[in-house]
């Protein structure tokens, strides 16, 4: 099945598509780093078959996207500056705004299917009305805004296509939700808004994948059968941690849990090398010790034996305060960019182009390969079983 990737960045999603069987036929981005990282893992074949991964170096807007024929799925996360809860805000009137270039993309290919990737801010209440108008632009890709008109006259025209019943050319069937990654064997509590849709003439229906892990069960293996520790070979702490407001008995009640456990930090790195300053340790690219780290209000760091907190792009307030790892007698040091890659679940094989904070910046952005690639296998398999049944329903 092919893709195409906008909005691309150090490779999350599109690796997590990669994995799901998509095959690239384009890959947008403007980046310069971002680029450089992804055409030096292309040249490497980082990733088996990423090889002919085709990087375009451009602005979204100045893209015509016919050239790449007839695709399956279109993938991306636009620029979330314009809803980040660390950012001003403006949102619709933010000229990085480029969920209507996500949108030109879906009517001009007509994929069977999308994914879309946003902040958690999406969903502020402030920006609910935008939320719900972008929604139905991708419900409706070919019923286009009009020359000088207001979103919220476009809006309402799109609402009164959804109330009427009326069936336009092109129309998508449309789901969202947000999702922690942590629930999904991510190493990282990062909460992020997913938007799904199917063309409607697949007549396919989907919903998200079910949670895999919790906290619940992290707590179970960590304070009842200390199996965390013993894992990791680690006497076990004698008192109960009061951040994660732990019961027990509550935990005993229910028994063993369905679940898997929260990965963690310590999880994440086990099997790397110390790291120190200046060097990158031997056989791991990007694992060199950044000196300097320090926590301030607000910015306390991640505990190892906790999943960490969401990786920051370091645009925002002080810089690094997502990117620390805390030990439990006190030390705090930066992660390392393969450590802050870890988390993120790029392979180790991936190499990231640019400075530390450059590095750190392309992390923060990106999508975790392994949660895209829940979301993409899901999708791929509901494609792939449809393919499927229309080969053998037009066999002789």
Same mark, same amino acid.
């Given at each position: 099945?092919?893709?195409?990737?906008?909005?691309?960045?150090?490779?999350?999603?599109?690796?997590?598509?990669?994995?799901?069987?998509?095959?690239? !036929?384009?890959?947008?981005?403007?980046?310069?780093?971002?680029?450089?990282?992804?055409?030096?893992?292309?040249?490497?074949?980082?990733?088996?078959?990423?090889?002919?991964?085709?990087?375009?170096?451009?602005?979204?807007?100045?893209?015509?996207?016919?050239?790449?024929?007839?695709?399956? %799925?279109?993938?991306?996360?636009?620029?979330?500056?314009?809803?980040?809860?660390?950012?001003?805000?403006?949102?619709?009137?933010?000229?990085?705004?480029?969920?209507?270039?996500?949108?030109?993309?879906?009517?001009?290919?007509?994929? !069977?299917?999308?994914?879309?990737?946003?902040?958690?801010?999406?969903?502020?209440?402030?920006?609910?009305?935008? @939320?719900?108008?972008?929604?139905?632009?991708?419900?409706?890709?070919?019923?286009?805004?009009?020359?000088?008109?207001?979103?919220?006259?476009?809006?309402?025209?799109?609402?009164?296509?959804?109330?009427?019943?009326?069936?336009?050319? %092109?129309?998508?069937?449309?789901?969202?939700?947000?999702?922690?990654?942590?629930?999904?064997?991510?190493?990282?509590? !990062?909460?992020?808004?997913?938007?799904?849709? @199917?063309?409607?003439?697949?007549?396919?229906?989907?919903?998200?994948?079910?949670?895999?892990?919790? %906290?619940?069960?992290?707590?179970?293996?960590?304070?009842?059968?200390?199996?965390?520790?013993?894992?990791?070979?680690?006497?076990?702490?004698?008192?109960?941690?009061?951040? %994660?407001?732990?019961?027990?008995?509550?935990?005993?009640?229910?028994?063993?849990?369905?679940?898997?456990?929260?990965?963690?930090?310590?999880?994440?790195?086990?099997?790397?090398?110390?790291?120190?300053?200046?060097?990158?340790?031997?056989? @791991?690219?990007?694992?060199?010790?950044?000196?300097?780290?320090?926590?301030?209000?607000?910015?306390?760091?991640?505990?190892?034996?906790?999943?960490?907190?969401?990786?920051?792009?370091?645009?925002?307030?002080?810089?690094?305060?997502?990117?620390?790892?805390?030990?439990?007698?006190?030390?705090?040091?930066?992660?390392?960019?393969?450590?802050?890659? !870890?988390?993120?679940?790029?392979?180790?094989?991936?190499?990231?182009?640019?400075?530390?904070?450059?590095?750190?910046?392309?992390?923060?952005?990106?999508?975790?390969?392994?949660?895209?690639?829940?979301?993409?296998?899901?999708?791929?398999?509901?494609? +792939?079983?449809?393919?499927?049944?229309?080969?053998?329903?037009? +066999?002789?």
């Amino acid at each position: 099945m092919d893709s195409i990737e906008l909005f691309t960045g150090a490779g999350g999603l599109a690796l997590g598509t990669h994995l799901a069987g998509f095959h690239h !036929r384009g890959l947008m981005e403007w980046n310069d780093d971002a680029c450089d990282t992804l055409r030096r893992n292309a040249k490497l074949n980082a990733l088996p078959g990423i090889s002919g991964w085709r990087v375009h170096q451009t602005d979204v807007r100045m893209m015509s996207f016919d050239l790449f024929g007839e695709v399956d %799925l279109v993938a991306g996360g636009p620029p979330c500056q314009p809803f980040s809860l660390g950012g001003k805000h403006r949102a619709q009137d933010d000229s990085r705004n480029m969920f209507p270039e996500f949108v030109r993309a879906v009517r001009e290919l007509q994929p !069977r299917a999308f994914i879309l990737e946003n902040v958690k801010g999406l969903l502020r209440q402030s920006f609910s009305n935008y @939320f719900e108008y972008i929604k139905l632009q991708l419900e409706y890709p070919t019923i286009t805004k009009r020359r000088d008109e207001e979103w919220t006259d476009h809006r309402n025209r799109l609402e009164e296509v959804r109330t009427k019943g009326r069936k336009p050319e %092109l129309k998508y069937n449309v789901v969202s939700e947000l999702l922690n990654a942590a629930d999904y064997g991510i190493p990282q509590t !990062r909460e992020r808004v997913f938007v799904v849709g @199917f063309r409607a003439d697949t007549e396919l229906e989907w919903h998200f994948p079910e949670p895999t892990h919790s %906290l619940d069960a992290l707590k179970w293996e960590q304070f009842v059968t200390q199996e965390y520790w013993k894992r990791h070979r680690l006497r076990a702490p004698r008192n109960e941690p009061v951040a %994660l407001k732990l019961k027990l008995k509550d935990l005993e009640k229910d028994g063993p849990l369905k679940t898997k456990p929260w990965r963690t930090i310590r999880d994440a790195i086990v099997g790397l090398p110390e790291p120190i300053v200046g060097r990158d340790a031997k056989d @791991f690219s990007n694992h060199r010790l950044n000196p300097g780290a320090k926590v301030y209000p607000g910015h306390t760091g991640s505990p190892i034996d906790l999943p960490s907190k969401t990786l920051k792009a370091g645009v925002h307030g002080v810089p690094g305060g997502e990117n620390i790892v805390a030990y439990p007698d006190g030390l705090v040091r930066y992660l390392t960019v393969r450590e802050a890659a !870890r988390v993120q679940t790029f392979p180790d094989t991936w190499l990231f182009e640019g400075s530390w904070s450059e590095a750190m910046r392309q992390l923060g952005n990106a999508v975790p390969v392994d949660l895209a690639a829940v979301i993409a296998r899901s999708v791929a398999a509901k494609l +792939a079983a449809k393919s499927e049944h229309l080969k053998l329903r037009s +066999a002789p």
